[in-house]
């Protein structure tokens, strides 16, 4: 699930790269494309009854939970959990177990790790740290000019999207794990100037970040036309959420190569920047 996002394209790819039997869930699956092999079928989160026949016959789903509450999740797990033998949630390392959360994005991913553990389903948590690929949600900016405006956030061990592909892979592929939790990171901890100095030198110019006010921020996504509950998700994570030097070796660890750099990213994905 999640199979058309950042996160789960690279799963599915690296599933079906590995000779997995694998089965991707779509709204539309006539508009997407994936690797060879790959099942494609029909399925919406805001659906529940419309993951049964995905789910059937499956061994172990990522699921990726794209809402900004938890209305309807107790449905879909029961859902899932009729047919898959387990499943492997994409969460976030800003989850404090200890409580309480920072902000509404652990708040939310608290709520869903709660509601997996108390569905009875086999289960193991994904958490990961920032996705590097948020970075090309900039990509108009930089294409336009030099300076990159967006809200601050604590600085943070961004990590590539593709790591925690690889780590999900090896989850879902190895019952092992089930019932644990996983912390994945990049290698360092870096700002938000920090990945757009990244960007600037592959693109051999000078760039800047510059961050917005708070009020600022929130009048220009809702010209952009983000939806209210985005809107406020982003500024509680810009305003409440702490520095984090978290740095964990999970990537090496499970997949036998360290975990990518964001100046790595930043060279993969240059050309979504010119």
């Known amino acids: 699930m999640g199979a058309t996002g950042n996160v789960g394209r690279q799963v599915v790819a690296q599933l079906?790269?590995?000779g997995v039997a694998t089965r991707a869930l779509a709204r539309d699956p006539g508009a997407t494309r994936f690797p060879a092999g790959v099942e494609v079928v029909r399925g919406d989160l805001s659906e529940p009854e419309s993951l049964a026949a995905a789910a059937e016959g499956v061994e172990a789903v990522f699921l990726v939970w794209p809402f900004h509450g938890t209305e309807g999740a107790a449905q879909v797990l029961k859902a899932l959990g009729a047919h898959a033998?387990?499943?492997?949630?994409?969460?976030?390392?800003?989850?404090?177990?200890?409580?309480?959360?920072?902000?509404l994005i652990p708040e939310r991913h608290a709520e869903m790790e709660?509601?997996?553990e108390s569905s009875g389903v086999p289960w193991t948590v994904l958490r990961a740290d920032t996705i590097a690929s948020n970075a090309l949600g900039w990509a108009g900016?930089?294409?336009a000019g030099d300076v990159v405006r967006g809200t601050e956030v604590a600085p943070t061990a961004v990590v590539h999207e593709g790591d925690i592909a690889s780590v999900a892979v090896r989850l879902l592929?190895?019952?092992s794990h089930t019932w644990r939790k996983y912390l994945v990171t990049g290698p360092r901890v870096v700002s938000r100037d920090d990945q757009v100095q990244a960007i600037a030198?592959?693109?051999g110019r000078p760039l800047r970040f510059e961050a917005l006010p708070l009020e600022v921020a929130r009048e220009s996504m809702t010209t952009a036309g983000l939806p209210v509950a985005l809107i406020e998700t982003l500024l509680s994570m810009a305003e409440f959420r702490p520095r984090s030097d978290l740095i964990?070796?999970?990537?090496?660890d499970l997949t036998g190569r360290p975990a990518r750099d964001v100046r790595d990213w930043a060279a993969e994905h240059v050309e979504d920047f010119r």
Do not use: F, K, M
């Open 141 to 143: 900016q930089i294409r």
């Open 248 to 252: 964990t070796t999970t990537v090496e």
């Open 173 to 175: 592929t190895d019952h």
């Open 85 to 103: 033998q387990r499943i492997v949630y994409l969460s976030s390392t800003t989850v404090n177990d200890e409580g309480p959360q920072s902000d």
């Open 114 to 116: 709660a509601l997996l």
């Open 201 to 203: 030198e592959v693109l």
């Open 16 to 18: 079906a790269a590995e």
